[in-house]
């Protein structure tokens, strides 16, 4: 009888910590989307505010040069007036991409 408790008592532990994974995961994994995609708590969104990913990314595909990255972004914005600042980083980005795969 005290293993039959034992394996019932591991069982109900076990999914009390999926249940507490998966509400935690839930929350987390939804808080730092709105800050991606330029969502301001008010549910407005801001044209200008470049999210931390995208700045990141782009440094890392020019080896941190700062210089490069903002020069790349100034000739998208350039080329494409009138888009939000957030999709000429994810432009520049996808350009870099794409011209080290051809």
């Known amino acids: 009888m005290s293993l039959l408790s034992l394996l ?3 069982l109900i532990l076990v999914g009390l910590y999926a249940l507490w994974r998966r509400r ?3 929350s987390h994994r939804m808080r730092p ?3 991606r995609s330029g969502v301001s708590r008010g549910g407005h969104s801001d ?3 470049v999210s931390r990913h995208s700045q990141r ?3 890392r595909l020019v ?3 700062r210089a490069v990255a903002l020069r790349l972004v100034a000739t998208v914005r350039q080329q494409n007036p009138g888009r939000s600042e957030q999709w000429c980083w994810e432009k520049a980005i996808y350009d870099i991409q794409r011209d ?3």
């Open 8 to 10: 019932l008592a591991i």
């Open 100 to 102: 080290r795969r051809a």
């Open 24 to 26: 935690s995961g839930a």
């Open 33 to 35: 989307s709105s800050r």
């Open 57 to 59: 990314e782009l440094l």
């Open 63 to 65: 080896h941190g040069n």
């Open 47 to 49: 044209p200008n505010r």
